[in-house]
Structures are given as C-alpha cells and as structure tokens.
C-alpha cells in the first residue's frame, strides 16, 4: 500500500520549500573548507546579532529546563509600546513564516482563494495549498505588484490577499501612496496580509504607516520578523499585528510555546539596541551599492531592490550558480519564482561582496568559452 495516498491530493500535490544551501552542504558536495564559503544566499543580516542581545540570551540559558512563556508576556508588551496597539492584537509565531501559515490556517479552507503576485514569496502559495484552498496568481508588473491585477484577482471565494512590501525574491516596493490605494480598494471581507519582512531598510520616506492603517482597516494584518535586519534568523521570532477580532482567531490555531525562551529574550533586546540596528542598516546600504556598481560593470542588469538583497539577471542562471558554487559562493536561483535566468545574492559584508563578484565575474567568462 502507498501510505501517501492516504494524505489528501493537495497535499500530496506541494512542492516543498527550497531553502537555500548551507555551509556544510557546499563544504561536503565541492570537498571546500567551510570557512572558505561565503553564503549570499538567504537574506541573513551579515553582522549576525548584536553584543546585547547575545548577552540576554545567555542570561536565560539555565532557565532552558522550563517552557517559555506561552503568551510571549515579556515580547509582546515591549512590542504593544513600540507599535502603540493592545497586546490582544498581536500574534507571536515561530519566524514571520508561522505568522503566515496562521492566517491561512484560521481563514482558509477548501472552496476559499488566496491572492498573491507573480514573483512573491514561495510561502504565500505553500499556505494556502497546505488548508486545501485555491491560490491565485496576479501577474507582476516589472516584477513587482501591480495593484490593478491584484484587485481584478480577487474572486467571490477570495478570503486572504497576500501583499509583500517590500517582496522578495525581486525586491520591489508599492510607495506609501500606491500601497494604502491598494488597500481601500480591497472588499471588506478579504483580509489584506501585509508581510513586511524587510521594512527596517526601508529610508524613512518610503515607509508606510502600515500599523496605524489598522486602526482605520480592520482586515488588515501586518507581518514582521526579527530575522533579517535584527539578525535572529537561527532563533525564529516574528509576529503578526491585528484586529483584535482577527489576531484572536490567528491566536486560536497557534501553538502554545511557539516561540522559545530564547527568541524572546533575543527580540525584546533586539529592539533595544538601535545602535546596532543603524550599524546593520549602514552597511547593507554601502553593500548594496558595491554589487549594483559591481553589475554595471560587468555589463549585467538587475532589479532595483529596497531589501538587503538583489536579483541580477545572469543569462543561464543554474550554470552560472554551479560554478560559483564550485568557488565556494552561495546564492539564491529564483527559476521557482518565474525567473530563471536571475540569481538573488544577498547583501554581505565588504570582502563577503568582493569575493561573489570576482566569482561571478570568472563564472560568467567560463560560460562564454
């Protein structure tokens, strides 16, 4: 008997998630040393987690024998001052991923629909399928959201729209002005799912009062993570803003102890050290103008991006990818996102950028032979 057949077919029928390669991965396939690789390739904050916040994970360790708080008490005031809402409106999930996953799981179900843009984050898709729902894809505008699409997406059976501002892989960005007309325009009964992921790089012009836009939108919901810019991706903390209607039906299907001692202690320190936070902003910021510079002169295109990453369009992309793997560089190929002649490299530290754009610059002369 195949045991598969005993999921039902729209489980059986997902592609799971591709994560990019680790270091180890790499170091044992091309026989490398691991500190000779450069991982570009998921989004990581290259200066890790500040001082402060490695010293208040350490003052939790010997209390690891104990569940963490369940209701996240401690993380979630810190976070209702920061953002200025009730604690009831915020949900607490293992990463902005789990956050996801939550609205779809208490909104969805078969015979309800899901919107999202070509080219947005693999997650969108995957939750939806993951409840049995039907997942509609709005075609992009120079790779990025286009509004009108969106909107002319959502059909009767429509529950959830997925928004990634800025999204990724790609980078694009709806402007404050763009993102709220899209957002009046959505029906009262489709929840608006706002993943900010990447908002801190944001300039401060280009940001959107997405947290005070709750008050006035009730199916709104906000998604944040302290992963990327806060430099947490290994303890998985992120957290969705709500309604306190919504955020109570989110709350319902998430695990108790979702988020560790851990990542709680790490995230309420996190938000205390803005120094850091300006320091990782600087440096993305100088980084990100090293590889464009970098693509003009090697004569290559890429997307514009307000992330800590960047799409560059390579030609044969999977060739491209293996040779710098071979030089121990590790980048992201986004052919699953509909392009496939694009790698998205991530923002690293000065030498980390160097390193990529000589590979890359001897990987695309190997090609041309």
């Known amino acids: 008997m195949d045991l598969s057949e005993l999921a039902p077919g729209y489980i059986r029928a997902i592609a799971p998630y591709q994560t990019g390669k680790p270091i180890a991965e790499v170091a044992r396939e091309m026989g490398l040393p691991e500190s000779d690789i450069v991982k570009l390739a998921s989004n990581e904050n290259p200066l890790g987690a500040s001082p402060r916040v490695l010293a208040a ?48 799981r208490a909104f969805l179900m078969p015979q309800t629909s899901a919107v999202y843009s070509q080219h947005a984050f693999a997650v969108y898709p995957l939750a939806t399928q993951v409840v049995g729902a039907r997942g509609i894809e709005a075609p992009a505008k120079d790779f990025g959201h286009d509004p009108e699409a969106l909107l002319a997406a959502i059909a009767d059976d429509t529950r959830i729209l ?27 009964n489709v929840l608006v799912v706002l993943d900010e992921a990447y908002t801190e ?22 998604t944040r993570t302290f992963s990327k810019a806060y430099g947490l991706a290994g303890l998985r903390v992120g957290y969705a803003l709500a309604s306190a209607q919504v955020a109570s039906m989110m709350n319902r299907v998430r695990q108790p102890f979702n988020v560790n001692s851990l990542a709680q202690a790490a995230a309420v320190m996190a938000m205390q050290d803005e120094a850091f936070l300006d320091e990782c902003l600087a440096i993305n910021r100088a980084g990100m103008v090293q590889l464009t510079d970098g693509f003009k ?53 000065e030498g980390e950028n160097k390193v990529f754009l000589q590979a890359l610059e001897r990987a695309l002369k190997e090609i041309k032979k």
């Open 297 to 349: 002169r090697l004569g290559l295109t890429y997307i514009p991006s307000y992330g800590n990453f960047v799409a560059v369009r390579v030609g044969d992309a999977a060739a491209i990818n293996l040779s710098l793997l071979k030089q121990g560089v590790i980048v992201r190929p986004v052919a699953n996102y509909g392009l496939p002649e694009h790698l998205r490299v991530s923002v690293g530290l």
């Open 201 to 222: 790089y944001l300039p401060e012009e280009m940001k959107s009062d997405s947290v005070g836009w709750l008050k006035r939108f009730q199916n709104l919901i906000v």
């Open 57 to 104: 994970i350490e003052n939790v360790i010997m209390e690891l024998a104990r569940y963490p708080d369940g209701n996240g008490f401690t993380l979630k005031t810190a976070l209702a001052a920061r953002h200025g809402v009730g604690l009831e409106q915020i949900v607490l999930g293992n990463g902005s991923n789990d956050v996801l996953e939550l609205a779809a």
């Open 162 to 188: 997925f928004i990634a501002n800025p999204n990724n892989p790609t980078g694009t960005l709806l402007d404050p002005v763009q993102l709220l007309g899209l957002i009046e325009r959505v029906p009262e």
